[in-house]
């Protein structure tokens, strides 16, 4: 395991007190490793988990040429390019069954949606544009074209290609697609382990009374919604006090037991609390200034208990900072960790509808909502108030509006980046 000081060494213009966000993903990567147990799990029960092997098609999908409509099956050959067709039907094949009968020159089989194609016939004529006349069948010219309609064996997958790779997260067309195969089973690295708490003498928990100078918790949530959509486990350790028996007990066992440890607030610059300290005393701890807003405090480092490494992530107190930090930098690394294939969330481009102060020199994240123009391009305005405690703004929003590092002021029409919740938040 690197040191938090060989990895800063390993970077050019590494600077904890005005740290590029590029800088910070960097770091993260070089920090995390995946994990490397792994298990078997049933299809129904796979979904969100990372593939551990490559999976090999043990069959060809489809396993024949079938129809892709409902029709008759036809040899393109049959077919007249400047006058109707007329061929007799010698049969009907259904889906499910192989129709064994044999087709002459000029004959044609009716045939339904997914039957196999009979044998010497490799087009289907949808049954809307022939003229039945009792056992004949009458073709425009022109309506289809040799092969048209016709679903080719292994056209999806051939037998023995690779059908998901390994790193793969199995989302719902993954499951179909396993269970396509036949396979009832599927390898997949474990689920990771992430502990959470709140820290902080002002947050109250839900059901405590309000008391003057004290919020409720609101990070404890949007947190463990963010971590149970990436589908690890988590162990909700709700909030500990400022004090230092307390959280030295819950950083040592939250290390003996997880994978990762997020907790949000106590990482400030100017904080005069025991969360820091603690930090220090238990681990290898960096504690960042990151340029970008909001979200600026940041910690990261690794916690070792009873043998067990676990990574810290040390998130703002404030509750969009808090989301904000989450979608940049520990989403990424957590995905690495669960053995999932590198990616980096797209950036859609919008056009602005209102003007934006932006000083280079920072990242800013804005909240954002973006709609479709009749043109069919999208456009984005942002939610107002853009504090880092105003939540509401998180909910009002669909995305957010990404203001790149040299990036200077935005103005009516100026195309900016964003970054879209759905599927990620």
């Known amino acids: 395991m690197k040191t938090l000081d060989q990895i800063a060494a390993a970077l050019q213009g590494y600077d904890p007190q005005a740290l590029r966000v590029s800088a910070v993903n960097d770091f993260l990567d070089r920090l995390v490793e995946p994990v490397s147990d792994t298990e078997t799990v049933g299809v129904l029960g796979a979904l969100g988990r990372v593939l551990a092997e490559d999976v090999i098609s043990p069959i060809s999908v489809p396993p024949h040429d079938n129809s892709a409509m409902d029709g008759y099956a036809l040899a393109g050959a049959d077919l007249s390019h400047d006058k109707p067709t007329t061929l007799t039907v010698v049969g009907t094949a259904y889906a499910g069954t192989a129709w064994s009968g044999q087709v002459g020159p000029g004959g044609c089989v009716k045939i339904m949606t997914g039957a196999i194609m009979p044998a010497g016939l490799d087009t289907v004529v949808p049954v809307e544009f022939v003229q039945a006349e009792g056992d004949a069948i009458r073709v425009p010219p022109g309506v289809v074209n040799p092969g048209d309609n016709r679903r080719l064996k292994g056209e999806d997958l051939m037998q023995g290609q690779p059908a998901l790779r390994r790193g793969d997260r199995l ?4 499951l179909g697609l396993i269970a396509s195969l036949g396979l009832p089973l599927v390898p997949v690295f474990r689920r990771l382990k992430v502990a959470y708490f709140s820290t902080g003498d002002e947050i109250l928990s839900l059901g405590e009374p309000l008391r003057e100078g004290a919020v409720y918790d609101s990070n404890r949530y949007t947190v463990l919604g963010m971590l149970t ?7 909700d350790m709700g909030v500990i006090k400022d004090d230092p028996a307390s959280l030295e007990s819950a950083f040592r066992q939250a290390a003996a037991q997880a994978d990762a440890i997020i907790t949000s607030g ?3 610059m100017g904080e005069a609390d025991h969360t820091k ?4 005393q238990l681990g290898d701890v960096a504690f960042w200034r990151i340029a970008m807003r ?6 990261v480092g690794h916690i070792t208990e009873g043998g067990h490494d676990a990574v810290l992530f040390g998130l703002p107190g404030n509750p969009v900072a808090v989301m904000v930090t989450f979608l940049a930098f520990v989403r990424p690394a957590l995905l690495k960790m669960m053995g999932a294939s590198p990616s980096h969330t797209p950036l859609l481009r919008a056009h602005s509808l209102e003007p934006m102060r932006k000083k280079p020199g920072r990242t800013e994240y804005q909240r954002g909502i973006v709609s479709t123009r009749p043109d ?8 107002g108030n853009q ?3 105003v939540l509401r703004s998180m909910v009002e929003a669909n995305g957010l509006i990404v203001l790149h590092h040299d990036q200077g002021n935005v103005a009516v029409g100026d195309e900016v980046d964003v970054m879209m919740f759905d ?3």
Not at 171 to 174: L, R
Not at 376 to 383: D, I, S, Y
């Open 277 to 280: 300290a603690m930090m220090k």
């Open 387 to 389: 504090g880092s405690g």
């Open 266 to 268: 106590g990482v400030s």
């Open 171 to 174: 989302g719902p067309a993954a």
């Open 229 to 235: 959509r990436l589908g690890v486990e988590v162990l």
């Open 423 to 425: 599927g990620v938040i």
């Open 376 to 383: 069919g391009r999208l456009q984005v305005r942002t939610t």
């Open 294 to 299: 909001p979200g600026r405090p940041m910690a």
